[in-house]
């Protein structure tokens, strides 16, 4: 899976109330809950102005907080392919593979990566290429059983897949 996206940075401690506010969470609906991604955020004006395909690079513990699911799935329908950080809140970083966002951390990345930068992630070789730069940056990689949900586009689907292949 590779990624390509022009960056938005964000600080450490990133929480899921500034990823997708709590006064928005009387709606299930992913498109509704894209629209106020990072609304509280220091770029509280990300789900305006991004681009599909723009990515999130991010500092330490992201998507600390609460351990609800709206997080990454309003980061996933707002059009993000993929999220870099230096580390990510344990729960967050379940929730994000089980719906199918795909994650990388990438600390040295982060560190030397600016906002505005264009950047490649290939995460089947856990790279970080900055193509404004040219410098290249190692991430995690997955096991393939991870990188398979992701493929699939989460948790629900690789089940339902294998269940599929299971009974054919």
């Known amino acids: 899976m ?11 401690n990133v929480d899921t109330d ?3 506010p709590a006064r928005y969470l009387n709606t299930s609906d992913p498109y509704e809950l894209a629209q106020h991604v990072m609304e509280d955020s220091e770029h509280g004006n990300f ?5 599909p395909g723009d990515i999130i690079l991010a500092g330490r513990n992201f998507g600390c907080g609460s351990s609800r699911e709206h997080a990454p799935i309003a980061i996933k329908y707002a059009g ?9 809140a344990r729960i967050f ?11 990388a951390e990438a600390p ?9 930068d264009e950047v490649e992630v290939d ?3 856990g790279s970080v290429k900055n193509l404004t730069t040219g410098k290249e940056y190692k991430a995690t990689r997955f096991p393939e059983e991870l990188q398979a949900i992701l493929k699939a586009g989460g948790l629900m689907e690789y089940a ?3 269940l599929k292949e299971d009974a054919g």
Request: aromatic share 10%; charged share 30%.
């Open 2 to 12: 590779r990624f390509r996206g022009r960056v938005w940075k964000f600080s450490d």
């Open 18 to 20: 500034q990823i997708i």
């Open 47 to 51: 789900a305006k102005e991004h681009k």
């Open 80 to 88: 993000v392919p993929v999220v870099i950080a230096k580390s990510f």
């Open 93 to 103: 970083f379940r929730n994000a593979i089980n719906i199918g966002l795909p994650i």
């Open 108 to 116: 040295e990345a982060v560190d030397e990566i600016n906002h505005g």
């Open 123 to 125: 995460l089947e070789s």
């Open 160 to 162: 339902k897949k294998k």
